[in-house]
């Protein structure tokens, strides 16, 4: 059965994530949460903007740690007006495709830009593929123009494909043809879905040889944490979403009164990603702060 319009949250609404007092502590303490990460991440901008010392690289971190509000703020308002959770999680996903191709932006800054860096990467040994694709193809010259073209593009198409799919699944939903969890050739979030993993998994791929092969002259910026960052918002959108489909083909997961099974997967989902957005914002305080530019 479809969900009902309407506007705020109210309490006869909460029953899409159980009873309704339970819905309304969990639902203010999103509320709650989101101003905290919010509060955490708009401190960390306002650190870089009053030691503004090297823009080309803070200009890029700053987007970066917009990530935290964009995400927050997107994600409640699409838990208090589920009319409007299509549209806003499209212009989240749009985010997180545009902080990619910034982090590999910063990372090649740090390096002092493509040119200096294809000069440190002539000095560099030939690296291997990680397994088991080292059993498929020879080990990569990344100091070769077409090999660092290549990786850069591997980086880069998950850039155009996730808005892509995001605007296609957004669709698919107002048509009323997306099903979460529905495992069907002739399903459209299985496609969805499909072409969304090999997408980030090459993305990320590529990026993780980029990042062993620049690890050493990245060394002074601290690159792990800031690659953890990154990781981890990906693993939340679509790991932790991919969890929630998987319980939902397994029935473990149902509608709830007049809410459908997808409307309360939406629920859940912008739940979790309220909830979980201040241990990333002081993750992304730690990892992204503004002495970095000392080095």
């Given at each position: 059965?479809?969900?009902?319009?309407?506007?705020?949250?109210?309490?006869?609404?909460?029953?899409?994530?159980?009873?309704?007092?339970?819905?309304?502590?969990?639902?203010?303490?999103?509320?709650?949460?989101?101003?905290?990460?919010?509060?955490?991440?708009?401190?960390?901008?306002?650190?870089?903007?009053?030691?503004?010392?090297?823009?080309?690289?803070?200009?890029?971190?700053?987007?970066?740690?917009?990530?935290?509000?964009?995400?927050?703020?997107?994600?409640?308002?699409?838990?208090?007006?589920?009319?409007?959770a299509d549209y806003i999680d499209t212009l989240r996903d749009l985010y997180e495709a545009?902080?990619?191709?910034?982090?590999?932006?910063?990372?090649?800054?740090?390096?002092?830009?493509?040119?200096?860096?294809?000069?440190?990467?002539?000095?560099?040994?030939?690296?291997?593929?990680?397994?088991?694709?080292?059993?498929?193809?020879?080990?990569?010259?990344?100091?070769?123009?077409?090999?660092?073209?290549?990786?850069?593009?591997?980086?880069?198409?998950?850039?155009?494909?996730?808005?892509?799919?995001?605007?296609?699944?957004?669709?698919?939903?107002?048509?009323?043809?997306?099903?979460?969890?529905?495992?069907?050739?002739?399903?459209?979030?299985?496609?969805?879905?499909?072409?969304?993993?090999?997408?980030?998994?090459?993305?990320?791929?590529?990026?993780?040889?980029?990042?062993?092969?620049?690890?050493?002259?990245?060394?002074?910026?601290?690159?792990?944490?800031?690659?953890?960052?990154?990781?981890?918002?990906?693993?939340?959108?679509?790991?932790?979403?991919?969890?929630?489909?998987?319980?939902?083909?397994?029935?473990?997961?149902?509608?709830?009164?007049?809410?459908?099974?997808?409307?309360?997967?939406?629920?859940?989902?912008?739940?979790?990603?309220?909830?979980?957005?201040?241990?990333?914002?002081?993750?992304?305080?730690?990892?992204?702060?503004?002495?970095?530019?000392?080095?």
């Amino acid at each position: 059965m479809a969900e009902p319009a309407r506007g705020a949250w109210t309490p006869a609404g909460l029953e899409a994530v159980g009873a309704s007092d339970a819905g309304a502590f969990f639902y203010y303490l999103s509320g709650i949460s989101v101003l905290v990460a919010c509060g955490i991440s708009l401190a960390s901008i306002g650190n870089h903007l009053r030691n503004y010392r090297r823009p080309g690289v803070q200009r890029l971190t700053i987007r970066i740690l917009w990530m935290v509000p964009v995400y927050a703020v997107c994600s409640f308002i699409s838990l208090s007006y589920r009319h409007l959770a299509d549209y806003i999680d499209t212009l989240r996903d749009l985010y997180e495709a545009f902080v990619i191709y910034v982090f590999f932006l910063l990372l090649v800054n740090y390096l002092g830009g493509e040119r200096q860096l294809l000069r440190l990467l002539n000095e560099r040994l030939r690296i291997h593929h990680a397994w088991p694709f080292n059993y498929c193809f020879r080990p990569m010259n990344m100091a070769n123009g077409e090999t660092f073209l290549f990786i850069r593009r591997g980086i880069l198409q998950f850039v155009i494909v996730k808005p892509v799919l995001a605007v296609l699944a957004m669709w698919c939903k107002v048509a009323g043809i997306y099903r979460e969890g529905e495992v069907s050739l002739a399903s459209p979030a299985f496609w969805l879905s499909a072409f969304y993993n090999i997408s980030v998994c090459w993305s990320l791929y590529c990026l993780v040889q980029f990042y062993l092969q620049c690890e050493k002259d990245l060394k002074p910026y601290r690159p792990l944490p800031k690659f953890i960052c990154v990781k981890i918002i990906i693993f939340l959108t679509y790991w932790q979403g991919l969890l929630i489909s998987t319980l939902v083909w397994l029935g473990v997961i149902r509608g709830s009164g007049s809410y459908s099974v997808d409307a309360v997967v939406t629920v859940i989902q912008d739940l979790l990603l309220c909830l979980e957005m201040v241990p990333i914002a002081l993750l992304h305080s730690h990892a992204f702060p503004w002495n970095d530019i000392d080095n």
